[in-house]
């Protein structure tokens, strides 16, 4: 292994890491440094969050700055304001021993004026945010024509989040003659393509297998039904006393609410999304790099960018619909040679994006077995032991408390003491698991059903729908149906949005199951006849809204012919409600088939002339109109 001397580290810089603990370079670093010393030199660098390569680029960029000349000479991009920050302050610490050297941020959120005034002060770094830098280049308070190193950091994640008009603005703005510099996670298309267009012989350095999965992390799934994904994550944060992870949500809403929870019962948690302001995020982030905070709730727009070191877990709360997402997520733990753990609480539709995964990372998840009871109260015990055992104790200022609480205590027993001293801290988590049923997880062998009812709810061929419409709700849950479904461009997060905004109450869901022309949910019983009378005869954009209680006369026998009931609270029915019929099941055939059930054309032929022309009412007037009669 070389030396950072060997790599040809300047005096200055190495006297400046070896203070900040740096002994021996990491592969990354090892590859990239010799290669950017020198000039014309285009990498494309491929590696894991983590991995060192803040200091890959930042030591030789630091190296070839002329400090007497006070105008910009290396340009760093990356996505968020966070991840700008920390590149500046780490190439600040690596300068430590660099009279007259200056590093500038230039990000959104922040007064442009101040950033202004330190441009025309004079920088030789410029780390930025695409939008901001484009801002200040469009003001002509910025000049990139002196520019010879440009870095794109986290290029992926640039890309994603749609910076890419902004990138190619400012590259048409730099020399031609320069070293380009891109570091992404994963070798995506737009990653290519983008190599291809700004780079010239670009030398490809991949520190481990092109879009590879960080070693040091172990991945592991818990496949669950929907009801008992929060259940599932408290258990897991219980059983692991010591986490210090981040929990991905896909979105807001649900950051919020999952972070809500978790701080009601006791957790030390809060939330990082979008609808914060820049303030909230900073006051957020500064508390859990100091460990006031032990899980971070965010969306994965929030959390790019994010440098926390030692963090324990990444729990993904569902997996995302970018499978090269989770790449991220995962690389934000094991970093630094360090082993960490990437949770994903999944349910059975998301088996396919997890093999995906599985094919990106080119590793297999360990399906984990989720702690009883009993397993998390003996966790806890012992956490309880160890804290106590590492206590410090300070003599001199106890020692005028210490006869008063002799003589209060003189009648406990040394046992009676210790498991007074236990039970105090330990009880908590053994009353509320004392009478609670464990979780098992949701697996193919729980019959063919389990597997049916995971494609319905995408509502994938007749038989799929039918299955769906004649099931039973989980135990403790009742069935709703509701008249908006795929054609309404209803989904299963705007049914969410839909209750969030009628009802008061927190609403756990089950199953949903979004079909062509109408949807079945189901909701917790005891909040069943509440949202019937919160959401029906209400409006969802210009559609008048139905929702009905649907339950299965579970006293008739099942199959085809078995009769069920469906009544609103109180046995008013609906005109729309079909008494003795099978959960809609005609009159949703006939809907599916293209019919309405009240009045409009017999032949299907007849339906496909009048699909043809513009839209009209389904009546007779309209009927008449499109028929061209008078």
């Known amino acids: 292994m070389k030396t950072f001397e060997e790599l040809g580290v300047s005096p200055e810089i190495r006297k400046a890491i070896e203070e900040m603990g740096y002994e021996s370079p990491m592969p990354v670093q090892e590859e990239v440094i010799p290669y950017l010393l020198g000039e014309n030199n285009d990498v494309v660098a491929l590696a894991q969050t983590g991995t060192g390569k803040t200091a890959a680029f930042g030591l030789p960029l630091l190296q070839q700055v002329e400090i007497k000349k006070h105008v910009p000479q290396s340009l760093i991009l990356c996505p968020t304001r966070e991840l700008c920050l920390q590149i500046a302050g780490d190439l600040n610490d690596y300068s430590k021993y660099i009279d007259g050297l200056r590093v500038l941020p230039v990000y959104g959120g922040s007064s442009i004026e101040s950033q202004i005034r330190s441009l025309k002060r004079g920088v030789h770094i410029i780390v930025a945010t695409p939008g901001r830098l484009l801002d200040l280049m469009e003001r002509r308070t910025v000049s990139l024509s002196t520019i010879h190193n440009v870095v794109m950091d986290e290029a992926d994640e640039m890309l994603n989040m749609g910076f890419t008009d902004s990138i190619n603005a400012i590259l048409a703005d730099v020399p031609k003659e320069r070293n380009t510099l891109l570091f992404s996670a994963t070798m995506s298309p737009e990653i290519a393509r983008i190599s291809k267009k700004y780079l010239t012989n ?18 592991v799934v818990y496949p669950v039904q929907a009801k008992d994904k929060y259940e599932t994550l408290k258990r897991i944060a219980d059983c692991n006393p010591q986490i210090y992870g981040i929990i991905f949500c896909r979105t807001r809403k649900e950051t919020q609410e999952i972070a809500e929870k978790l701080m009601h019962e006791g957790y030390n948690a809060d939330s990082l999304h979008g609808e914060l302001s820049q303030a909230q995020r900073d006051a957020v982030m500064q508390k859990f790099r100091l460990r006031k905070i032990q899980l971070l709730v965010a969306t994965d727009v929030a959390a790019r960018g994010l440098d926390v070191d030692d963090l324990t877990h990444v729990i993904n709360y569902g997996l995302p619909d970018d499978t090269e997402s989770y790449t991220h997520r995962s ?85 009676d003491l210790i498991k007074r001293m236990v039970s105090h801290e330990f009880n908590r988590f053994s009353e509320y698991y004392r009478n609670r049923s464990e979780i098992e997880l949701a697996t193919s062998e729980r019959g063919d059903r389990g597997d049916r009812n995971d494609r319905g709810d995408r509502g994938e061929g007749r038989g799929m729908r039918s299955n769906s419409r004649g099931r039973q709700a989980e135990p403790g849950f009742k069935r709703m149906f509701i008249n908006l479904g795929r054609t309404d461009n209803f989904t299963p997060n705007e049914l969410i949005s839909f209750l969030n905004g009628n009802t008061h109450a927190r609403i756990n869901l089950g199953r949903i199951d979004i079909m062509q022309n109408f949807s079945f949910f189901e909701v917790e019983e005891k909040e069943a006849n509440n949202v019937v009378r919160s959401l029906d005869r209400t409006r969802w954009k210009d559609r008048k809204v139905s929702v009905e209680l649907s339950e299965e006369n579970s006293s008739r026998p099942q199959g085809g012919g078995a009769r069920r009931e469906y009544a609103k609270p109180g046995n008013n029915r609906s005109r729309d409600s079909y008494a003795g019929k099978k959960e809609r099941g005609n009159k949703a055939s006939r809907e599916e088939r293209g019919y309405n059930t009240a009045r409009g054309p017999k032949k299907s032929e007849d339906w496909q002339q009048f699909f043809k022309g513009p839209e009209v009412d389904f009546n007779e007037e309209g009927w008449a109109k499109k028929k061209g009669k008078k």
């Open 331 to 415: 690389g934000r733990t094991g970093r630094a040679g360090k082993t960490g753990t990437s949770i994903a609480i999944i349910n059975l539709r998301e088996r396919g994006k997890m093999r995906e995964i599985e094919r990106i990372i080119s590793k297999k998840f360990i399906t984990g077995e989720i702690p009883t009871g009993n397993e998390i109260c003996q966790k806890q015990l012992m956490k309880v032991i160890d804290d106590l055992e590492k206590v410090k104790v300070n003599e001199d200022e106890i020692a005028n408390f210490m006869t008063e609480i002799y003589r209060k205590l003189e009648w406990l027993s040394k046992e």
């Open 202 to 219: 670009a030398k490809e350095i991949t520190i481990g297998r092109k879009n590879e999965g960080n070693n040091n992390v172990k991945h």
